[in-house]
C-alpha cells in the first residue's frame, strides 16, 4: 500500500503496558498484577490511547498462560475503561531455574480463545523464526496450520485480529491466508522491526514493509529498546497508527527511565496533534479495526 507523509487520518493509539519478557527487574514501574494493569490501562484511556495490548504475570512475576490470570486483568480493565482489550498470541516467554527461555505450547496459545470475560481483539504471528533476547534464543513457532486454526476460532467467536510480521516473508504468508479465503481484507498489521532474528529497524525496512501491505490495511510498527522513539515517529509521519508502552521501551529518553505507560501515550498525543492528526475515539478505533 502507498504510504504518505500528508495524512491527517486520526491516530489509533495503543498501549502495550506490560510485555512477553522484561519485568520489575528492567523498571519497577512495570504493571505486573491484574489490578496494576488495570489502573495503567485507565491512565493510558485518560492520556488518549484506545488499545490495550496484554500480556499477563503469575504470582512469580513471570508470564503465564493460566487463564485465571488474564480473565481477571481483562475483567478489571473492562470495569475501569472502555478501551479495547487485545490479547498478545504469543503470549510471552519464562525463564526457568537455569535461566533458560521456556515458551508456551501451540496448545496453551490456542487456549487464549477461551478467556472470559471476552476480549474485543487477539493477535497472531505471522511465521515461524529465531527469536533471540539478552536471554538467549528459541524458535518462535508459528506454523501457518496453527494460525488458520486461531484465525477459524477468532471469526467463530467475533474476536477482531491484529496480524504481526517480522519480515517480508511472514507478509508473503498473510496473502496466501487471503487467497485461500482463511483471512478477508481489510487487515490490520503491525509491523514489528528490531527483534533479532526478525528484520532490523531501519527506514529501508519499513518503507519497504509498508509498500507490501495490501490497500486497505491499517498498520503500525512495533520496535522495542532505542529504536522505539524513531520508528514510531517515522510511522506517524508516513500516515501509520501508533503502539507505545513499557512492553516497548523501559526508558523516556537515554538513561531516563519510564515513570509510567500513560507518560510515553501522553508523548504520542502530543506529537501527533503536533503532525495534524488528533487521537482516535474508541468508536472510531472500533470502526477503523472492524470491532
Known sequence: MRATFLSDDKVVITAAITG???????????????EEQAQAALDCYNAG??????????????????LSYYS???RLIGEKCPMIRQIGNGIGARLDESWNIVHPSLEERLNLLNIDPKPEMHT????????????????????IAFNETYIKG?????????????DLSHI??????VATGILKPP??????????GGAAATPENLVHMVGALPEGSTWQVVTVGKYHFRTVIMAMSMGGNVRTGMEDTVYYGKGEP?????????????????MGREPATIEEARQRLDI
Request: proline fraction near 5%.
Open 20 to 34: 512477553g519478557i522484561h519485568g520489575k527487574e528492567t523498571n519497577p514501574n512495570i504493571p505486573i498484577t491484574a
Open 72 to 74: 481477571k486483568s481483562v
Open 258 to 274: 519510564v515513570k509510567d505507560n500513560a507518560q510515553l501515550v501522553e508523548r504520542m498525543v502530543r506529537i501527533a496533534r503536533e
Open 124 to 143: 497472531i504471528n505471522a511465521g515461524s523464526f529465531e527469536f533471540r533476547t539478552p536471554y538467549g534464543g528459541i524458535v518462535f513457532d508459528n506454523p
Open 49 to 66: 490511547a484506545t488499545v490495550l495490548h496484554l500480556h499477563v504475570r503469575g504470582d512469580d512475576g513471570m508470564n503465564t498462560p493460566d
Open 154 to 166: 477468532c471469526q467463530e467467536k467475533g474476536f477482531a485480529i491484529e496480524i504481526e510480521v517480522y
Open 172 to 177: 508473503a504468508n498473510v496473502m496466501e491466508l
Open 187 to 196: 487487515l490490520h498489521f503491525s509491523i514489528v522491526l528490531g527483534i533479532m
